[in-house]
């Protein structure tokens, strides 16, 4: 199953490279992972998707927390949580192509950030699926470049992970 | 009290209460070893290889519970420590190790004896630290320590580029009385309600085994575990890395289990219905086949490590805490509980084990007129009155020594079990024999273990570390012509060495006593003279019978109630060898 780890870790250099570390080298899989600062400028959010069956993901988890650097992390997908990526899309265009594309645009409530003559970057967020079904209603020949941040999630409710 | 980097380094270490430190120069510890060289407090122990350096403070740690501490330079110094400290990572030993790093300015340059220390020890590590900045460098000695030696043990490196330890630069010292780390917790008492449905599941036993491990002599719970045993009369087995912690000569011990663990033991712990595993990890060595391992068996798990738990094998009541604290409890609840062990199920079970001991499978052939490897063992036990501390290299004399030596003390038994290192034997001596001058310390090794770290007969000379050294000499590298035989139909590749050294003069060319022995009524009056040349190294090269295999086994794929035994005495299966 496939399981999105919260983890608040010290932002210090070679912290991400223990979480990456663990992984290659104990064989758990890494979907996409997402990091940056967060509010308090001496801890980083990793956000890390992976895959495995219950005692995979529990071993994965209490690696994790053995790590001196991690402070904390949550299985987001144990409780009621919203999941977010950011998509970039550079598509090829002409004049007959734009205006589906426009429209297909505001379908996914996606933004146009750059226009040529020939092409268009569009910006769209969501949860995962919402973008592979983007990606999979556009021509494959008309795509440039796809560029995705990687899920981050969040729980809901008034509870948080921090300090 | 205002201090440069370097001396810095070396009063943290003497406020640490460091007593020795291992170590070899170089080029970015220089300033470091010019603030050594100005003081007395700490002493340095040079090695001649920095693998030496990191098993000798590991045997150091292993035989006093106190973390061992090595330095060495940059670059081929650090990569050279990197076996030791992955030997005392799987372990979970305690080690300090500070490694030079070139300077700051230039790190990622490819500079001149430059290596990522920090990327390269990080999976052997259980935490490093680049220090970046000389008014952290004191605080972070002291994390180091601590991390170190709390919760589940393991080394730590901290990489100390040249310019911090820079005499020029002098910053205010105060070593850190306590730190704490927002980030690092470990887990000290058990959970109360867990504690009590595991006293209740084994009071309900029909068939329980004490399964006990490094944890306990980790966590200094030999005493807790020899009452709680006791208390309950049940069956205890020990693991390789836990030997000693439970009194081997003591009646309600039944060996160590695994591969080459006894008949009894692991008989016991296939049939069992309750097992209780205290400070141990489930190693493959350990659980041979894992569908097979334990079938009828609850199984209870304390381990300070919840990674430890559940891990390969799926227990059912998770205790995760010290075992000291957690036994403490359990012996409180067992006195206080009304129920009490079953007294007809444990007759009946003890009087199962009694069949299986009378297999007597570590019996071997008495009468041989070559020298049996099992024999040189048992003669040593009485040589030493069997309160030597024994350092073991890799190999089937390990599993002699671990087999035919009783320990019935934590901390006396020191070998690599985890990441079974050739080389370790002889450095972890000198360590212990620093730690316990007064106390005698034997390596047993092999002709070809030995080999691994010969180079540090001579810090043993210079340091004054009288040790003896008994080599089981089998002219092969047993244990890989042991599965060879079995396995590949006796074909022996590359399992010898056609040329092996004259060892006498070896020892002799190193400043020590040498002595060859190739009979077997030689080996008893030979151990006595090593043993009473106190103040000498002795190297004691015993020429055994090179065909003998090391039984009961368990082959792979295979479990417990699968044992390979000895076949019965004048009917040898060993090949004639050339
Ligand atoms: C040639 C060879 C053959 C071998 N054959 C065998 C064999 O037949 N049988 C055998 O047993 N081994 C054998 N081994 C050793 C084996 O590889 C393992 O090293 C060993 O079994 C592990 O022992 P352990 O389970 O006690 O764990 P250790 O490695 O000693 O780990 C200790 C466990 O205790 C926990 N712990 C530490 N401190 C505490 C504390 N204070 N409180 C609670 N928990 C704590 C740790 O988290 C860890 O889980 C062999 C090795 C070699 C090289
Ligand atoms: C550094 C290292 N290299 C290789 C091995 C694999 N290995 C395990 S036992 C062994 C043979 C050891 O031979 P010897 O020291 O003579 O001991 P014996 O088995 O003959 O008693 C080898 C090569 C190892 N454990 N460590
Ligand atoms: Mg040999």
Redesign the interface.
Known sequence: MRHIISIL??NE??AL??VA?LFS?RGYNIESLAVAVTEDPSLSRITLVTRGSE?VI??IT??L??L????KLIDLVESDHIERELMMVKIKTNEQTRAEIRSLADIFRGKILDVTPTSYVLEITGPSEKLDAFVAAIAPETIIEVVRSGPTGISRGEKGLH? | MELSGGQILVQSLKDEGVEYIFGYPGGAVLHLYDALFQQDDVKHILVRHEQGATHAADGYARATGRPGVVLVTSGPGATNAITGIATAYMDSIPMVVISGQVSLPVIGSDAFQEVDMVGISRPCVKHNFLVKDVTKLAETIKKAFYVATSGRPGPVVVDVPKDITDPKIKVPYKYPKKVTMRSYNPAVSGHKGQIKKAVELLLAAQKPVIYSGGGVVLGEASAELTEFSHLLGYPVTNTLMGLGAYPATDKQFIGMLGMHGTYEANMAMHESDVIIAIGARFDDRVTGKLDLFCPYAKIIHIDIDPASISKTVKVDIPIVGEVKPVLEQMIGLIKDSKAKPNKKALDAWWHQIDQWRAVQCLEYDRGSLLIKPQYVIEQLYEVTKGDAYVTSDVGQHQMWAAQYYPFDKPRRWINSGGLGTMGFGLPAAIGVKLAFPDAEVACVTGEASIQMCIQELSTALQFKTPIKIINLNNRYMGMVRQWQEFTYESRYSHSYMDTIPEFVQLAEAYGHVGLRIDKPEEVRPALEKAFAMRDRTVFLDIITDRTENVYPMIEAGKGHHDMKLRAAPGTSTDRELA
């Open positions: 870790i010290e250099s070679g490279s223990r570390g080298a005692d529990e071993q209490k690696q927390n053995k001196i650097d991690v402070v300090l």
